[in-house]
C-alpha cells in the first residue's frame, strides 16, 4: 500500500526538487509562514502536555481505541451517507443502512474465516516438529517457536494451584480463560465502537456546529470549517481509496491460492486485506506468513515459495504502480516519520494501532498544515 495520504501542491512540490538553498535565497522573506516557538516555556509546557496526552491514552486504551475506531469508520461510510441523503433518505435511516451493511460484511466475514483460522491455529503446533525434521537449518529457530506454543498451550499446568481459604483448590487461569477475558473485552469495544459510530454518522455534526459557535473570530469559525471539510474530504478518499485496492487484492490473491492448490484460499485473501494496511511492515509479516503456508501445504519445495512469490510480486504492482496512479495528485509522508509511528501505535495498542497509524498520522499532518503554530511540525512530517 502506497503511503499517500494530502494533496500536493505543484509549484510546492516542483520548488522541493530544486536545491533548498536557492529556493531559500528566491523565496521572498515570510517569518509567519512556519513559526517557531521562541518561548522555552512554550516547548516545555508542550512537550509536557505531549507526554500526559500520551500517557492517558496508553491507560485509557480501552475507552480511546473504539472510539478512535468508530472516528476512522465513519470517515470511511461518510461518502455512502452523503449518499443517501442525495437521494432524500432520513439521516438516521440512511446511517442506520450503512452500519447494517458494515455488520453484514463483518459477520460473513467471520463466519466464512472461523472454521479456517482454528484449523490452521490446530495445525501449526504438530506441523512444526515436522518441519523442523525436513528444514534443517530451521532447526533452531523453528524449535523456539515450538516451544513457545507449548508454553501457550501449557500456561495452565507450570504453576501449582493454590488452595483458597475453605481449601477447595483454585482452578488456574489457563489458556480458554484468558482467550474468553480477550474475547469479551473485544466484544466490549466492538459494541462501543459501533454504538459511537451509529451516533456519529446521525449527528457528527453537531460538535463543528457548537466549535464554531463558540470561537470569538469569523477567521477562527471559518478555519475550524476549512480543517474539518479537509479532514473529511481528504481521509474519506484515502480510506475509500485504499479499502478498495485491499479487497481487489483480497480477492485475486483468493482466486490465485485457489488455483494454487493452496488450503483455506478465503483467510489468506483475507489475510493479505488487513496486511496492506500498515505499510512497509505488513507485507513483511504476510510475506512469512505465505512462505509458512506454502511449506505446510506442499513441504520442502521449490513450489513451496509460490504463495509468497505470488503475494509479494502482488503487493509491488500495488504499490509502485496501481495505488501512484490512482493517488496521483497525493505526495507521500516521510518514510521515516511512518515507520516510527507504525511502531508507536503498535506499542500503545498492538494490531489496531498498527493499522490506524496512517490515517491518524494524516488527521496530524492535515491539522498541522492548517495551524499556522503547529505547521512547523507539519513540515517535518512531509517527504
Known amino acids: 500500500m502506497a503511503d499517500s495520504v494530502f494533496e500536493a501542491d505543484p509549484a510546492r512540490s516542483r520548488a522541493l526538487e530544486a536545491d533548498p538553498l536557492e529556493v531559500a535565497a528566491a523565496l521572498p522573506p515570510d517569518r509567519e509562514a512556519m513559526p517557531l516557538p521562541s518561548d522555552a516555556r512554550t516547548v516545555f509546557l508542550g512537550g509536557l502536555f505531549f507526554l500526559a496526552a500520551m500517557g492517558a491514552l496508553y491507560v485509557a486504551s480501552a475507552i480511546v481505541l473504539p472510539v478512535i475506531l468508530a472516528i476512522m469508520l465513519k470517515l470511511l461510510l461518510q461518502p455512502l451517507v452523503r449518499l443517501f441523503d442525495r437521494v432524500r433518505l432520513p439521516r438516521v435511516l440512511g446511517a442506520l443502512v450503512a452500519l447494517l451493511l ?40 523453528l524449535e523456539a517457536f515450538r516451544r513457545t506454543l507449548d508454553q501457550v498451550e501449557g500456561v495452565a499446568t507450570t504453576a ?34 459501533m454504538i459511537v ?57 483468493t482466486a490465485i491460492m485457489w488455483v494454487g492448490g493452496v488450503s483455506d484460499p478465503p483467510l489468506w485473501g483475507f489475510i493479505a ?30 513450489s513451496a515459495v509460490l504463495p509468497a512469490v505470488v ?23 516521510n518514510p521515516v516519520a511512518l515507520v516510527l509511528a507504525l511502531v508507536f501505535w503498535y506499542w500503545m495498542w498492538g494490531v489496531a494501532g498498527a493499522i490506524l497509524a496512517v490515517p491518524m ?21 512531509e517527504a
Open 311 to 333: 503475494y509479494y510480486a502482488m503487493h509491488l504492482i500495488e504499490s509502485n504502480a496501481v495505488t501512484p496512479m490512482l493517488l496521483a495528485r497525493r505526495f507521500t509522508i
Open 361 to 381: 498520522l494524516a488527521i496530524t499532518k492535515i491539522i498541522c498544515d492548517d495551524l499556522p503554530p503547529l505547521r512547523a511540525f507539519g513540515h517535518f512530517l
Open 197 to 253: 459510530l451509529f451516533y456519529l454518522l446521525v449527528s457528527g455534526e453537531t460538535f463543528l456546529r457548537r466549535l464554531v459557535e463558540i470561537l470569538p473570530r469569523f477567521a477562527d469559525k471559518r478555519r475550524a470549517v476549512e480543517i474539518s471539510l479537509h479532514l473529511e474530504r481528504d481521509v474519506s478518499a484515502y480510506l475509500v481509496t485504499v479499502t478498495l485496492i485491499n479487497a481487489v487484492i483480497g480477492v485475486l490473491l
Open 102 to 141: 458494515l455488520l453484514g460484511v463483518l459477520a460473513g466475514l467471520a463466519a466464512a474465516l472461523t472454521r479456517p483460522a482454528a484449523d490452521w491455529g490446530s495445525k501449526l503446533p504438530r506441523a512444526v516438529p515436522r518441519l523442523t525434521e525436513r528444514l534443517h537449518a530451521l532447526g533452531q529457530p
Open 160 to 193: 501449582t494451584p493454590a488452595p483458597d481459604a475453605a481449601g477447595v483448590p483454585v482452578r488456574p487461569s489457563g489458556l480458554v480463560d484468558t482467550m474468553f477475558s480477550g474475547t469479551r473485552a473485544a466484544a466490549t469495544g466492538f459494541c462501543t465502537t
Open 273 to 302: 486485506f488487513l496486511l496492506n494496511y500498515v505499510p512497509i511492515l505488513g507485507p513483511l509479516v504476510g510475506l512469512v506468513l505465505f512462505a509458512l503456508a506454502g511449506v505446510l501445504d506442499f513441504g520442502p519445495a521449490w
